[in-house]
T-cell receptor, first 116, second 109 residues
Framework: GAVVSQHPSWVICKSGTSVKIECRSL??????MFWYRQFPKQSLMLMAT?????????EQGVEKDKFLINHASLTLSTLTVTSAHPEDSSFYIC????????????FGPGTRLTVL | GQNIDQPTEMTATEGAIVQINCTYQ??????LFWYQQHAGEAPTFLSY??LDGLEEKGRFSSFLSRSKGYSYLLLKELQMKDSASYLC??????????WGAGTKLIIKP
């Protein structure tokens, strides 16, 4: 199956700083990437959908100025958490979908963010 | 609205069989997915059903009834490593996944 990587795997930062998370599709071209957030013992919550070369579509309640998403190429999308606060501490997971099969999403391993 | 319902937690015995049910309501329907998620890890794909019936894949099987908006995941010959959360997700007409809250499966020796 297709491989999606995320970097970093985990990050600890101070409150008020910004953190960038990268999501890469390693062996296919991802026309669409999805960013999810998951709090402990809860299910995945879709934050935004990004299509290569266009602006991301954010879900209701997700601040687009706080969670900046850039999908500059067919293999890379980035999520930047700006001015992070402790309540942003969560598990962030990306998934990617190619242009051939809309029914398949391939998940990255996730990034655990802890904001002190 | 769109909604996925599945039990919060289930307990089963090693070597036994367990069935995890899921009911769904989506705007349009492009299939039903089951994922396994171990604590601290990303979900891994288990199965995909878009037509009615049973799909068998080794120890795991998944069933779909579109008329009832119902699916189940059947796990046979349970192993301790099957202890995980099992996520049911429906894909709507926009090819967006609508996620259930997950069923935590506890396997006892």
């Amino acid at each position: 199956g297709a491989v999606v990587s995320q970097h970093p795997s985990w990050v600890i930062c101070k409150s008020g700083t910004s953190v960038k998370i990268e999501c890469r599709s390693l062996d296919f071209q991802a026309t669409t990437m999805f960013w999810y957030r998951q709090f402990p013992k809860q299910s995945l919550m879709l934050m935004a959908t990004s299509n290569e070369g266009s602006k991301a579509t954010y879900e209701q309640g997700v601040e687009k100025d706080k969670f900046l998403i850039n999908h500059a190429s067919l293999t890379l999308s980035t999520l930047t958490v700006t001015s992070a606060h402790p309540e942003d501490s969560s598990f962030y997971i990306c998934s990617a979908r190619g242009e051939r099969d809309y029914n398949e999403q391939f998940f990255g391993p996730g990034t655990r963010l802890t904001v002190l | 609205g769109q909604n996925i319902d599945q039990p919060t937690e289930m307990t089963a015995t090693e070597g036994a069989i367990v069935q995890i049910n899921c009911t769904y309501q989506t705007s349009g329907f492009n299939g039903l997915f089951w994922y396994q998620q171990h604590a601290g890890e990303a979900p891994t794909f288990l199965s995909y059903n878009v037509l009615d019936g049973l799909e068998e894949k080794g120890r795991f099987s998944s069933f779909l009834s579109r008329s009832k908006g119902y699916s189940y995941l059947l796990l046979k010959e349970l192993q301790m490593k099957d202890s995980a959360s099992y996520l049911c997700a429906g894909m709507d007409s926009n090819y967006q996944l609508i996620w259930g809250a997950g069923t935590k499966l506890i396997i006892k020796p």
